[in-house]
T-cell receptor, first 113, second 110 residues
Framework: DAGVIQSPRHEVTEMGQEVTLRCKPISGHDYLFWYRQTMMRGLELLIYFNNNVPIDDSGMPEDRFSAKMPNASFSTLKIQPSEPRDSAVYFC???????????FGPGTRLLVL | SQQGEEDPQALSIQEGENATMNCSYKTSINNLQWYRQNSGRGLVHLILIRSNEREKHSGRLRVTLDTSKKSSSLLITASRAADTASYFCAASGGSYIPTFGRGTSLIVHP
């Protein structure tokens, strides 16, 4: 298996622009997680899905952030409009139901100027 | 929150020495996991220990869990330069969704 795939790997954008991050989980996995990692706040869980349904989005920082999972093999995290404080590494992870181990993608390094 | 907190924040040792990292959490857990993150990469699962276990081994890794103290430790024996990475604990409670700590940054000097 190719593992969790994220794109793009790097994104540089200007404040106010829309940013879309993409994730393909491991085939057959039931859970998908979006995390944000910064030096200041560590690894934060933003939202997670079970069978394509959002279960807990309490970690989404504000309305500028939205996430979708239209099917079992694809998810997006969108920031609109982006701000410099959104600069971070965003990770997607997936896991099987009944197993707590999460498999992380390589991350998207976002820089908002 | 089940959040784990690792200690120390940073650890620097020589190759061949043992490295010990600690993790504390706040409430009852079902299991606790340890992950490694190499620079610029995603997290990789190392080992999971359940609440009814006290010790677990995997290669050069030894994990202990003390539920009475709400703490866990990760021991890496005979460390290598390739062990240089950040190490995270992740505690899972009733929801089985792990909550990650801030990590311990380990540097192993050749």
């Amino acid at each position: 298996d190719a593992g969790v795939i994220q794109s793009p790997r790097h994104e540089v954008t200007e404040m106010g622009q829309e940013v879309t991050l993409r994730c393909k989980p491991i085939s057959g996995h039931d859970y998908l997680f979006w995390y944000r990692q910064t030096m200041m706040r560590g690894l934060e869980l933003l939202i997670y899905f079970n069978n394509n349904v959002p279960i807990d989005d309490s970690g989404m920082p504000e309305d500028r952030f939205s996430a979708k999972m239209p099917n079992a093999s694809f998810s997006t995290l969108k920031i609109q409009p982006s701000e410099p404080r959104d600069s971070a590494v965003y990770f997607c992870a997936s896991s099987l139901a009944g197993e707590e181990t999460q498999y992380f993608g390589p991350g998207t390094r976002l820089l908002v100027l | 929150s089940q959040q784990g907190e690792e200690d120390p924040q940073a650890l620097s040792i020589q190759e061949g020495e043992n490295a010990t990292m600690n993790c504390s959490y706040k409430t009852s857990i079902n299991n606790l996991q340890w992950y490694r993150q190499n620079s610029g990469r995603g997290l990789v699962h190392l080992i999971l220990i359940r609440s009814n276990e006290r010790e677990k081994h995997s290669g050069r890794l030894r994990v202990t869990l003390d539920t009475s103290k709400k703490s866990s430790s990760l021991l890496i024996t005979a460390s290598r330069a390739a062990d240089t990475a950040s190490y995270f604990c992740a505690a899972s409670g009733g929801s089985y969704i792990p909550t990650f700590g801030r990590g311990t940054s380990l540097i192993v000097h050749p």
